[in-house]
T-cell receptor, first 111, second 116 residues
Framework: QKEVEQNSGPLSVPEGAIASLNCTYS??????FFWYRQYSGKSPELIMS????GDKEDGRFTAQLNKASQYVSLLIRDSQPSDSATYLC???????????FGSGTQLTVLP | GAGVSQSPSNKVTEKGKDVELRCDPI?????LYWYRQSLGQGLEFLIY????????KSGLPSDRFSAERTGGSVSTLTIQRTQQEDSAVYLC??????????????FGPGTRLTVL
């Protein structure tokens, strides 16, 4: 059973702070790792993808991958109220490369 | 360009009826996925199509669920004899999945199914 675990939250941070979201996965054969953002009542929206160990930065977002520890994280710098959403960690593996999702972390950025 | 589209956006049906949900992937994307998101189960994989190959049905929860993809493009997910536990948001995603490409999946807006 492939599992993806996220810190349960909810997580609240003040505006301008750094939000840190964490995720672990069980399948060592996993190949690709994604962070999706989901606003209430909307579908998941891709924020970041990462494929190799290390950091990947895109604007205010940084994804970190450590395959040895089976750990993925997302840092959001200078958090804004518009970042308030549920963040889903997703891991792709197998021949179909279907995504296995974590249960999500609900982030609230307080003005 | 256009993203993944799904129809209908909302569907209310009575227990025991059949429903069809439609997905139109991003043009040129060879891979198409169906997922289901419900309060108790989170987001779970249902079925995968790659081009004209036989689909991977490993995520389908019962034989009441089936899907087809015509001409390697539009897909229809059919649920027969719907049950109340089928109530969920059904999400379609597509990815390029060609040689040398990434497997990033882009999601449609979803169909919210309510079984009364």
């Amino acid at each position: 059973q492939k599992e993806v675990e996220q810190n349960s939250g909810p997580l609240s941070v003040p505006e301008g702070a750094i939000a840190s979201l964490n995720c672990t996965y069980s399948d060592r054969g996993s190949q690709s790792f994604f962070w999706y953002r989901q606003y209430s009542g909307k579908s998941p929206e891709l924020i970041m993808s990462i494929y190799s160990n290390g950091d990947k930065e895109d604007g205010r977002f940084t994804a970190q991958l450590n395959k040895a520890s089976q750990y993925v994280s997302l840092l959001i710098r200078d958090s804004q109220p518009s970042d308030s959403a549920t963040y889903l960690c997703a891991v792709s593996s197998g021949s179909a490369r279907q995504l296995t999702f974590g249960s999500g972390t609900q982030l609230t950025v307080l003005p | 360009g256009a993203g993944v589209s799904q129809s209908p956006s909302n569907k209310v049906t009575e227990k025991g009826k059949d429903v069809e949900l439609r997905c139109d992937p991003i043009s040129g994307h060879t891979a198409l996925y169906w997922y289901r998101q419900s309060l108790g189960q989170g987001l779970e994989f249902l079925i995968y199509f790659q081009g004209n190959s036989a689909p991977d049905k490993s995520g389908l929860p019962s034989d009441r669920f089936s899907a087809e993809r015509t001409g390697g493009s539009v897909s229809t997910l059919t649920i027969q004899r719907t049950q109340q536990e089928d109530s969920a948001v059904y999400l379609c995603a597509s990815s390029l999945n060609g040689p040398g490409s990434t497997d990033t999946q882009y999601f449609g807006p979803g169909t919210r199914l309510t079984v009364l």
